[in-house]
């Protein structure tokens, strides 16, 4: 049994009253380790964001297993749910969703902020976003807000920000598709050199095939089924 495993997930909606449901996609599979990453392609509406969220239990599965270390992840109750995304789970979107009011080191430390956080020391706290934004390139930078920033800046603070709770796998759906070609690889070029230096499982969702090949393994979504390509 892999880290990350989906064996046979299915995700259908109900359709309107009386009418058929809705096939999103079938029998997905996919395996993959800590220290291993995989892209996600595929046309809009082929369910990759669904796939992506599932994954990390914020929609669930009409079948199918999704199994994170030994976990069987639908079946976990609300509490365990909200733990296993703030803790195990570190998510980036397309949009940022930075807090414009608060600084760059304020919106990184915002996922320590739930209850099932461990308690740590905030001085061990800060000192690991200050030292993840040092990562990301914006040493200078903790004290602005995201409004004084550039996209390639704010999309590598929420880098930051899904990494502050030490996760093991990381979510990227279309990290870069609101970013220019070298924003895009700059962001890329991070997102691999963390997730090979923490050993994360790391999954994006992307439109680009030369972004997709940089990682290990390659999945297309398309007309209701996942082939590994
Ligand atoms: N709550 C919902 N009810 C019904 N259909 C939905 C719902 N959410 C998403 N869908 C449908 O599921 C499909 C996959 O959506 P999505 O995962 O966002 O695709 P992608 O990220 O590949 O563009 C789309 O056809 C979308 O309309
Ligand atoms: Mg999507």
Known sequence: MSFLQLSKVSK??????GGQSILVFQDANLELEPGQSAAIVGP????KSTLL???GALDKPTSGIVQVDGQNIPELQDKAAAAFRNL??????QIHHLLPQCTV??????PTQAGHT?????GVINQRARSLLGDVGLSQRVQHRPGELSGGERQRVSVARALINQPKILLADEPTGALDQ???SNLVDILLKLQKEKNLTLIVVTHSMPIAEKMDQ???LENGTMQKL
């Open 105 to 110: 080191l304020e919106n990184v430390l915002v």
């Open 53 to 55: 969220n599932i994954i």
């Open 182 to 184: 070298e924003n895009s």
């Open 44 to 47: 809009s509406g082929s369910g």
């Open 88 to 93: 195990t789970v570190g998510f980036i979107f």
């Open 118 to 122: 461990k308690k740590e020391h905030v």
């Open 218 to 220: 390659v999945y297309r």
């Open 12 to 17: 259908s909606y109900e359709g309107p009253a």
